[in-house]
């Protein structure tokens, strides 16, 4: 099946630094989403992205959609200790009559940050 | 609206006995999605409703698992005479029919 490849596995960053990371595909999406969970809890939706090429905000958090729609990237700037947890891009594949609605995750990048 | 709620938070159950779990969705949503989640991985897709109607299942949701949504608002997903291997995180997520999926906080499954 689809494979999301999410790098780096792990980071452990000072308080105030800037982060970024990357998910990569051999097949192509038309959305990528950047979820964050933290332990013992469901993912929670960051950002979306629906458009190749796309850059988009969310507070300290900016997401790109690659050109090439096989990549997409996040970055969080001036980092803080609620940062903490794992990040995991996913896209929508697949489904029955066309529509697209089964999320494909990445493994995640679990974030440490050092106060 | 407070978002998706799934009921237990956690459930402790030995081999060979029963679980079910509860999800309700956003009260707008009438896509309704379940997913299992093991240590160090991405959730993975188990099973798909639109409405009451369930459109999908994965390979992963073995003939022990069965999911419904009855009236096409809260559902509930089965697990008959558990094994070690089901132990995981179960979630549940909603969204429209055009939208993006929000998830539950997830019911931790642990089989001993």
């Known amino acids: 099946g689809q494979q999301l490849n999410q790098s780096p596995q792990s980071m452990f960053i000072q308080e105030g630094e800037d982060v970024s990371m990357n998910c990569t595909s051999s097949s192509i999406f038309n959305t990528w989403l950047w979820y964050k969970q933290d332990p013992g809890e469901g993912p929670v939706l960051l950002i979306a992205?629906?458009?190749?090429?796309e850059l988009t905000s969310n507070g300290r958090l900016t997401a790109q959609f690659g050109i090439t729609r096989k990549d997409s990237f996040l970055n969080i700037s001036a980092s803080i200790p609620s940062d903490v947890g794992i990040y995991f891009c996913?896209?929508?594949?697949?489904?029955?009559?066309?529509?697209?609605?089964?999320?494909?995750f990445g493994k995640g990048t679990l974030l440490t940050v050092n106060p | 609206d407070t978002g998706v709620s799934q009921n237990p938070r956690h459930k402790i159950t030995k081999r060979g006995q029963n679980v079910t779990f509860r999800c309700d969705p956003i009260s707008e949503h009438n896509r309704l999605y379940w997913y299992r989640q093991t240590l160090g991985q991405g959730p993975e897709f188990l099973t798909y409703?639109?409405?009451?109607?369930?459109?999908?299942k994965s390979r992963l949701l073995s003939d022990r698992f069965s999911a419904e949504r009855p009236k096409g608002s809260f559902s509930t997903l089965e697990i008959q005479r558990t094994e070690q291997g089901d132990s995981a995180m179960y979630l549940c997520?909603?969204?429209?029919?055009?939208?993006?999926?929000?998830f539950g906080p997830g019911t931790r499954l642990t089989v001993t």
């Open positions: 997520a909603s969204s429209l029919p055009v939208g993006e999926q929000y």
């Open positions: 992205l629906y458009k190749a090429g």
């Open positions: 996913a896209g929508p594949r697949g489904g029955s009559g066309g529509s697209n609605y089964k999320l494909t």
């Open positions: 409703f639109q409405n009451e109607a369930q459109l999908e």
